[in-house]
Each structure stands twice: as structure tokens, then as C-alpha cells.
């Protein structure tokens, strides 16, 4: 029943926020300068009344409010507009891209966490002993590193000077490969964009998940693991990690926010076609109905995934759903 | 049958400014079914000689000497893979404000099921059983098994951690002052609590106060320590009857009684030494009204007077 309220009490708030960042979507948009109309048809031969009719049947004769109550019967009709660049609607062109950048970001996170969770809990574990040392000060390194710096370093090393991996691309061009074969393909074109943006986040996780572990096995619970007479091992993931990992969670949930930044500079080195290097091309391009779909499929799935992360919160620290204080 | 023996214990903590001895020389036994009360003031070293029992000294703290014997084997000499199946089945502790002591994100239940499981290699449903048992007996309805910690009151929690030292039936445990921190009311109810374990179970305990009243309800012997030093062992009745140390005598008179009698309370002046300096001779002799030249040139040994043993120049 608590779960209930809590989940009930999450996902009302996520739609809010959705509800806002619509609205916030919208403004933005039409306070940016530059008339959409002349952008779209620059050709200065079209007359003026031409341009009339355009407005009138895009519905930018009508007031802000006007505007707005259509914008948002389209969205409920999944209609997110028409792109100027590629002619076609917006929900096309993002939805050609969202599997790329799905396929890329999700394994790029989950070997982050996996990898950042295991070194930090080892490092903070063993803090102050040698492996302690070097893990942190790798992790410091890749932390401060740019995504995009790492990935032209990648691709300096790995792509032209060894040449063990593609310069960019998500399959070789006129392969003909299908099935198994592509798949494997497109994993060896994964390889460098995914890393690129592991490596960033690896740091972060590894230090963040550090910390905690330092903080928690200070704590009086472990003490009386100790006491118990368990193993080592089972205090440190019985006791120590599943309390340590709950700053980690949150911060997961974060970290989506700025994956999508990590997103966009790896998918523009690696020109992966992804939603990332579409951002990079709308921007270019002045694609506004673009930019403002692919912003809002951005924000909501911010949202979303922070509603996840705090869905799962809830079921790993009891203490969330009554209220306690969390200390 | 002594089950632990400490013999020439010492342990110094290794600070900034020299070792401080925090236990220091000192011989005690506690016998098969016997509780002994370990009682002095703040920081004269209580819960490092609990800590020691356990080997759990961590830094700046180092057992500098000495032997504990726990059922014929020292533990100071033991590898920490025999400590493990020592520490939470046959040797166990309630320690000193433990509000914290209990894991957060794992049920009570599962907490005490664990410790059963790591030493008797039970399936997990029995584990369960004998958790609930445990709860009930400590006095929390097994109906809480799936509660969490935050869920519980302060004094369940401690009823908790007691359910967890005794689970696997510990032949010795340690109680580092299991009511301090908590309100009176709750305080009576656990020394009851304490009281009926040690006889349903015939629990061999160091029990640890600065309260004499509450040793005088629950202990069979007790251990007066004083900035590292032991003053005075006896048995508990003819030493709250008889005090012979000037520490002891003004630990008693020090402290309004638990069953309320009248008496007028006299502190005692001045403090405890730092144990980084402690002073020459006898360590109580500067808050002492007795002390005479000897007590300030000489330390002086235990001695058996009475059928206690004191350490004391002006006892006769
Ligand atoms: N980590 C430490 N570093 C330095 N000195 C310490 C440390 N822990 C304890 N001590 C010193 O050791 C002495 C004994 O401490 P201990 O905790 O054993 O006292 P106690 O008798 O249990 O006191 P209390 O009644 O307050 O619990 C104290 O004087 C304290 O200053
Ligand atoms: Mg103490």
C-alpha cells in the first residue's frame, strides 16, 4: 500500500514535470529569433502572399495561446512537427535514429556501472592500500577528461595508427553483410564511440561509488557483521555495497541528464547515426521543429529515468517510503 | 571452570602524543555461568577491554601484551579464520550505544537469521524459525521479523542485538552497557530482560556499567577499573557491602541507587587522569583523601584481603 502511494505519488510528479518541460519546449522555441516561414522558403522569389499561405496553413497567424493549444493536440497525436532540413516529420527523423543511440548508450552505461561499482567498492574496500591508490588516481584522470577528447584520442590511436578498429560509422559501407554477420559488425563499429563514453563515466562511478563505501564501512553495522563472525566477502557485499550503492542509484538517474551530452560529442566524432550527431546536425542545419522534438524526447526520458531510478530506490532502502530520516 | 581468563592484558592506544594505556596489566576471570561486572568511570578503559576480547582493537589502538583465554585458547594467538567461527556463535557482544548497530536495508529477522545460518548451516526456513523465536524470547513479537530497523524503538533495538548475541547460544558474551543511552523506563525493562536470559539460557557474561547499582541487580562478581587499572575484585554483594578501595567506596556513594534508597550522594572531586601521563604511584592517589607518600612514589600490586582483591598501600 505504501509502494502504492509512493509509486502513485512519483509518477503524478514525472508528470508534471513532463507537462512543464512542454510548455517550457514551446516557449523556447518562439522566443528564439528568426522567422521559421523565411527560413524555410529562402529563396527571395516567393512572394509575400505565397508566404502569407504558408503561415495561415502552418497556423502562425494565430496568438501564442492559439499556437499553443494545436502544439499540444499534435504532440497528443504523436504529431512532434515537420523538418525543415529532411522535409519530412520530425517523429520520422527522430525515430530512424532512436534505436542507434539506444543500442550505443545503454551498453556504453551498463559496462560504466558494472565496471565503476566493482573498482569502487574494491578501492573504497581497500582504502589507502596501493590498489586503493591507483584505481582512484586513473579514475580521477578519466574523469577529467572530455568525451570528446577521448574519443578523437581513440580514434587517433586505435582507428589510424593501429588500425585495429573503424574510423566511424555504425556498419561497413556496401558490406552486404545480414544477420550474425552484421551484428558483429556493428559491435566492432561500437567499440570506440561505447568506450569513449565508459571511460568518462567509469570515473565518476568509480569515485562516487568510492566515497560511499568509505563512509559505510565506518558505520556501526559493519562492526557487527564483524561480530558476527562472517566472511570478509559477505560483509562487503551483504553489508557494505547494498548500503553504499544507494547514492550510486541516484546518481545513475542523474547521469542519464548527462549521458546526453556525452551522447552528442561521441556520436559526432565517431559520426554515429545516432540521435546525438542529429542533434549536432539540426544545430547546423537551424532545424528548429527538429531541435525541439529531439529536446523533448531528450527531457522526457530524463524524466522517466529518473522516475525509474526512483522506483527502484524505494525498493533498496526501506527507509524512503515511510519517510525516515535517511542518515 | 574459568571460560575466560585475561592475563597481563595492555593495550595502548598510539596517539600524538605517546601511548595512551588504556588497559594496562590487567588479570581477571569470569567463570562457567558467572556474570562479572566491569565498572568504573568514563574512559577507563571498559570498551577497550571489550573490544580486546573480541580482537576488534582497531588504530591507534594495539594489544601490547598479555593472553586471553577464552575455553583454554588464547585469542590473542588465533588466525581470523578461527576467530570467525568464534566471534557471533561461541563468543559475542552487545555493544556500547549500538542505536546504529543493526544494518538498515535488512529486516531484523534476516539479521538474526544470518548469523545462524554463517555458523550452523541450516536451511534458510528453519534459520527463519529460530529467528522468530529469538525475537520473542528478547521480547519483540514475532510478528516483526520483517520489520526494518528504523521501524523498531530504540529499546527493541537493543532487545534486537541482544536476540543476535544470543542466537547460536554463546558460551560468553559481552554486554558493553546495553541500557546507557536509552529512557528509564525501557533501562528497567532490559536489565529484566537481561536478568531472565541469564537464567533461561545460563549466559556466561562480562556485563559493563559505570552504575554500581545496576551491577549489584545482575552480576555474580565485579572488576572496579580505574584509568587502566584494576582497584578491586569481589564478589558483588560483600563489595557493595564492603568496599575496601577509596575508589570503590567513592564510586558507590557517587551513585543514587537503581531501587531508590536514600543516601546522600557524594561525587567524586577532580577527574580521571589523561592516560597519556597517568600519574606516579598509585593512579587514583591525586582524588584520593586517604593517599599517603607510598600511594604517590609506589604502585601498588593486587593483593587478596577480605576475599577481595585490592590494590591498595593504606587497605589493611
Ligand atoms: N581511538 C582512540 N584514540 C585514542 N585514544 C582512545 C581511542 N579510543 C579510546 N581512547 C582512550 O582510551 C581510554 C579508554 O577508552 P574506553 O572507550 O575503553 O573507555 P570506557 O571505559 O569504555 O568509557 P565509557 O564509559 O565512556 O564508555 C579513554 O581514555 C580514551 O581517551
Ligand atoms: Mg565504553
Redesign the pocket.
Known sequence: MKTLIFALKKISGAIVTIFAIVIANFVIFRVSPGDPIRMMFRDPRVSAEALQRMRVKFGLDKSMWGQFVDYFKQLMHGNLGFSFWQKRPVLDVIGDRIVQTLILVVTALVIATILGIILGAISGWKSGSKTDRTILSVSLVLYSVPTFAMGILLLLVFGYVLLIFPLGGISSPASGFTGFLYAKDVLWHMVLPAFSIVLWYVGEYILLTRSSMVEVMDQDYIVTARAKGLRESVIMRKHALRNALLPVVTLSGVNFAFAIAGVIEAETVFSWPGIGRLTYDAVMKRDYPLLQGIFLIFAVSVVLANLLVDLIYSRIDPRIKTGAAHD | MAILEIKDLKVH?L?KEGP?L??DSINFSVKENKTVGLI????????????AIMKFV????KIMGGEIIFKGRDILTMSDKELRTLRGAELTIVR?EAQNALNPVMTIGDQIAEVIREHEHIDKRTAWERAENQLDLVGISHHRAKSFPHELSGGMRQRGMIAIATACNPDFIIM??PI?GLDVIVQRQLLTLINDLREKLNLTALF?A?DLSVISETCDDVVV?Y??KIMEKADVVSLYKHPLHPYTQALINSYPSIRGEKKNLVSIPGS?P??VSPPKGCRFHPRCSFAIDRCREEAPEIREVDGHSVACHIVK
Open positions: 592506544y596517539t595512551a588504556a588497559v568504573g568511570e568514563s574512559g577507563c578503559g571498559k570498551t577497550t577491554t571489550a573490544r582497531k588504530e591507534p589502538g556500547q558493553d552497557e546507557t559493563i559505570h577499573m584509568a587502566g580521571p589523561r592516560l
